[in-house]
């Protein structure tokens, strides 16, 4: 997934781009209004995050402008003010949601993930580890061809997994990734899920894709990982 992030000041700028591209986003940084807006038509992105104190065309003119040439890459608004008027005016002017800083980067990942699911250029290519195969599109599961029945939530924890196959998610990461920001129930409701996966996953399948790695968290691998446990 390719985002263009339009920011001027270069240590929230350095930040995002670090922070975006370990969760394994493209990022592509552009660092005033024009320079912002000749990327976005010049190259496709996914999502834009657009600051609004911008030096030659401001956030809201930027947005404008793109909206007004026929783009329609979801934009995600940051801006240093705070207040209704801001927020009215982001949204007036084609924006699809506003973040006012200072912001968590949690908060901002959850927001990008919320506008790519939204978004009809959000749309993730299917992903296969092994013989498990998953359209995130239509939001349907196989296993060995054979499709897997998963409620809505199932299906977005065994994404959160499928997507970051090979590396290590711990319960906190993936209660962030996938239940609500707010959510301050049990965190062993992930545990839960994960049972109920791999009963659905491996009960005819000769191999576990779904392992516990001890004293870290949950990883789907096709070869089980040092200090795993099925």
């Known amino acids: 997934m390719k985002v263009l992030l339009v920011e001027d000041d270069p240590d929230i700028a350095s930040a995002v781009r670090r922070g975006l591209e370990a969760e394994g986003y493209t990022v592509e940084v552009a660092s005033d209004g024009p320079q912002g807006i000749w990327l976005a038509t010049e190259t496709t992105f996914d999502l834009i995050v657009l600051d609004i104190?911008?030096?030659?065309?401001?956030?809201?003119?930027?947005?404008?402008?793109?909206?007004?040439?026929?783009?329609?890459?979801?934009?995600?608004?940051?801006?240093a003010k705070d207040g209704e008027l801001d927020e009215a005016e982001a949204l007036d002017t084609g924006a699809d949601d506003f973040?006012?800083?200072?912001?968590?980067?949690?908060?901002?990942?959850?927001?990008?993930?919320?506008?790519?699911?939204r978004g009809a250029n959000g749309a993730l290519a299917p992903v296969q580890v092994g013989d498990l195969r998953l359209d995130s599109a239509a939001r349907r599961a196989w296993r060995a061809e054979i499709p897997v029945g998963l409620t809505a939530r199932e299906f977005d924890v065994l994404e959160f997994l499928v997507r970051r196959h090979g590396q290590v998610q711990s319960k906190q990461a993936i209660l962030a990734g996938v239940w609500d920001l707010a959510f301050d129930g049990d965190p062993n409701i992930v545990e839960v899920y994960v049972l109920r996966l791999r009963r659905k996953l491996d009960a005819d399948a000769g191999q576990v894709l779904i392992h516990t790695v001890r004293g870290a968290g949950y990883m789907v691998e096709v070869a089980p990982p040092d200090a795993a446990e099925p």
């Open 99 to 117: 973040l006012s800083k200072p912001f968590s980067f949690t908060v901002l990942l959850a927001r990008i993930r919320a506008l790519l699911r």
């Open 53 to 79: 104190l911008l030096p030659g065309r401001n956030g809201f003119q930027v947005c404008a402008d793109l909206r007004g040439q026929g783009l329609t890459t979801p934009i995600l608004m940051l801006t």
